[in-house]
């Protein structure tokens, strides 16, 4: 089972340059996620979104945009990349929707190492 | 606003030893998850707390949920070295749009 595919696993940008990070879940969950992961800190949350054609800020959304492009698909796009956005990010899609939290962890994906010179 | 802090941060232990990682949180919920994450990989869910005194076992971990003191642990029994790893514990507060709020994860170090 494939579960939640990121692409690409590793990137080197230079600043100001844009692109745009890939996620795909194949569980037919509602609720997707973007995280970013640096070093000695836990996850915070960029976007989510909680069912299709929805979006919401986290906790750091400056610099980024995202889509729900389907129910699969929920991609993050970073406009004018910056070195501060060097990081991991994750991925990640749960059960949960708008009225009715889940009872099942969210899932993650492997991961997309972001380098930024 | 939802602060979730996981102590200690860095733990170095030796094979066989039992420990304790705990998870604080500062409101109220009732939804608390352990994750687990290699060096370079994903995260990987080890438990999910629903409930005050819920309890979960797998293999030497065992994680526990106190609601009223708003306190998780994951307790490690005759630790080896295949469990070092950083362990994270995310908090789904009520007031959150079930999002999840993370601790900064313990690093767990077992040495042969």
């Known amino acids: 089972n494939a579960g939640v595919t990121q692409t690409p696993k590793f990137q080197v940008l230079k600043t100001g340059q844009s692109m745009t990070l890939q996620c795909a879940q194949d569980?037919?969950?509602?609720?997707m996620y973007w995280y970013r992961q640096d070093p000695g800190m836990g996850l915070r949350l960029i976007y989510y979104s909680a069912s299709e054609g929805t979006t919401d800020k986290g906790e750091v959304p400056n610099g980024y945009n995202v889509s729900r492009l389907n129910k699969r698909e929920f991609s993050l796009r970073l406009e004018s990349a910056a070195p501060s956005q060097t990081s991991v990010y994750f991925c990640?899609?749960?059960?949960?929707?708008?009225?009715?939290?889940?009872?099942?962890?969210?899932?993650f994906g492997d991961g997309t190492r972001l380098s930024i010179l | 606003e939802l602060k979730v802090e996981q102590n200690p941060l860095f733990l170095s232990m030796q094979e066989g030893k039992n420990y304790t990682i705990y998870c604080n949180y500062s409101?109220?919920?009732?939804?608390l998850y352990w994750y687990r994450q290699d060096p370079g990989k994903s995260l990987e869910s080890l438990f999910v707390l629903l409930s005050n005194g819920a309890v979960k076992q797998e293999g030497r971990l065992m994680a526990s949920l106190d609601t009223k003191a708003r306190l998780s642990t994951l307790h490690i029994t005759a630790a080896v070295h295949d469990l070092s790893a950083t362990y994270f514990c995310?908090?789904?507060?009520?007031?959150?749009?079930?999002?999840?709020?993370w601790g900064a994860g313990t690093k767990l170090i077992i040495k042969p």
């Open positions: 569980m037919n969950h509602n609720s």
């Open positions: 409101t109220t919920s009732d939804r």
């Open positions: 990640a899609s749960s059960a949960a929707t708008w009225t009715r939290r889940s009872n099942q962890p969210q899932h």
């Open positions: 995310a908090v789904d507060g009520w007031d959150s749009n079930y999002q999840l709020i």
